[in-house]
């Protein structure tokens, strides 16, 4: 993402705490702090990109008094609605406003400017982003208000996660009946049983056994485990993918956190 910044004319300024990560930033072009308090009190755009929404609340107490009022917060992370809305609060509180917008598209399309981001928040808000937002991504949908992002997203892996489970499964399916994948999965497209994983992630990373998305089992649990919680919170039935979410969580420990989340498709495979 700041490499698309740097590249469309945008001055960046960098924190992690990671000297490695902070070294490619500065090799990029990138101004980097010593403190994320020091970047929040010179910007007044900041994009959090972080693994969960614990390290989301971390890092906004951190910055907290340092965070200039009018400044504009877009949260890129897969976080969790109530954090969300929780900061969204602080924002009304302390004069800063507070959007999230996690993406998709893996590490390729933030490679290439191409995203797809889900937004929610403040509608005047997300338009001053607008410069910003042209230049990471191909396609934002303003799903609604703070924390409506972050929910669309984890219904998004949600499906993504089951679909790699079920498309899999199909595959096998097809492969007992003689069947060959490659031929299975064109038919599949051109039928009401197409999604991203069958057009997408079955030709660009298992078919040819690449495994190599940059997105991570580890991140993919995570996420179920998001969809979960929301359902547990939100007193909704998930009894349909509760036993793919037993997969990914407790059926799949073979597979390492570190490995491609792809790899859900070798549980249980005699051929795929």
């Not at 917008?101 to 981001?117: H, I, L």
């Not at 899999?168 to 049983?193: C, F, H, M, Y």
């Not at 030709?203 to 991570?216: I, Q, R």
């Amino acid at each position: 993402m700041a490499t698309q910044l740097i590249k469309t004319g945008f001055d960046v300024t960098c924190f992690d705490p990671s000297p490695e990560n902070s070294g490619k930033m500065s090799a990029l072009g990138a101004t980097t702090t010593a403190s994320a308090g020091v970047l929040a009190k010179s910007c007044d755009g900041i994009i959090l990109s972080l693994p969960k929404a614990a390290v989301v609340e971390a890092v906004m107490d951190e910055i907290l008094p340092d965070i200039q009022v009018g400044t504009v917060i877009l949260d890129a992370s897969t976080s969790e609605p109530a954090t969300s809305q929780a900061m969204s609060a602080k924002g009304a509180e302390h004069g800063f406003v507070f959007v999230d917008g996690p993406v998709s598209g893996g590490p390729a399309a933030a490679n290439a400017g191409t995203m797809t981001m889900l937004l929610g928040g403040d509608v005047d808000a997300i338009e001053t982003l607008r410069p910003v937002l042209d230049a990471l991504t191909a396609k934002t949908v303003r799903v609604g208000g703070s924390g409506a992002g972050h929910a669309a997203k984890i219904a998004n892996n949600m499906l993504c996660a089951a679909n790699l489970v079920l498309v899999g499964e199909a595959i096998r399916l097809g492969q007992a009946a003689g069947v060959k994948p490659e031929d299975l999965l064109e038919g599949i497209n051109a039928g009401s049983g197409r999604s991203g994983v069958s057009e997408v992630n079955f030709p660009k990373w298992v078919l040819n056994d690449a495994f190599d998305s940059g997105f991570t089992m580890g991140l993919m649990r995570k996420d179920v485990g998001l969809a979960l919680d929301l359902a547990k919170n939100t007193d909704v039935d998930l009894s349909g993918f509760e036993k793919i979410a037993d997969i990914w969580l407790n059926g799949s420990t073979d597979i390492a956190d570190g490995d491609d989340f792809n790899a859900i498709v070798k549980t249980n495979a005699k051929e795929v």
